[in-house]
């Protein structure tokens, strides 16, 4: 089963095999914590969750976590610095923290190049052998992505990617997001951000959240709208699109 369910405070919420969401909302709103109770980093305090066919309480959690790659600052942060870019990728087979090496063989570390490569494209070969340590900030997310790709996962989860990138940086991970959101190959994907900017092409559903409650889910078309945002963040805002892009402003 290719399909993640998470209960929301007596909301159902079900992510297709097929289906690329964003998760919004305001700071504080619960964000971040779906996402770890999602990837089964963090259990729930009450409710049922359900992912990837595998229910919390009855199943072993280390298989949910085998079957969904979580992309996070917490990850960047419990890897060791001078980790190559490309030790990195190839620990995502398995979600270990730090490659040892008779457990991968060389088709391994083949797959961590090509993941790289379909990632970061004329620059994975730079990076490959760099630290982890010494990357920008745009780079390591790249590299955290390809890691993301590499395992067997049914649904990836992305807390915040843009989050600290600048516009030039932003814009090429959006773009690749976009290219990895119309590849059928991919599994589900959920994005949690801040900002209609950051959401990519190709995406198709969202789920406002505030104060730990669903706003919203359905169709990009039928949640990112004015009344729905101004509710979601408590004050009058206007959604413009175009392109395939969202955009987001205050009425004051």
Partial sequence: MRDGRVILDRVDWEVGADERWIVLGPNGSGKTTLLQIAGARLMPSRGAV??????????????????????????????????????????????????IPHRYSETDWAAADRSLERVAGPEARALRDLPIGVLSEGERQRVLLA????????????????????????????????????????????LVTHHLEEVPPGFTHGLLVAGGHVVAAGSLEHVLTPPLLSECYGLAVDVETRDGRWWARAVL
């Fill in 50 to 99: 359900s992912v990837v066919g595998e229910r919390f309480g009855r199943s072993d959690l280390r298989t949910v976590r085998a079957k969904v790659s979580l992309v996070s600052a917490a990850t960047a942060r419990v890897l060791r610095p001078f980790l190559s870019a490309r030790d990195v990728v190839v620990t995502g087979k398995d979600a270990a923290l730090y490659p």
């Fill in 147 to 190: 890691r993301a790709l590499m395992g067997p996962a049914e649904l990836i989860l992305l807390d915040e990617p843009a989050a600290g990138l600048d516009l030039a940086a932003r814009e090429r991970l959006v773009a690749r997001l976009g290219a990895l959101a119309s590849d059928p190959g991919i599994p589900a994907l959920v």
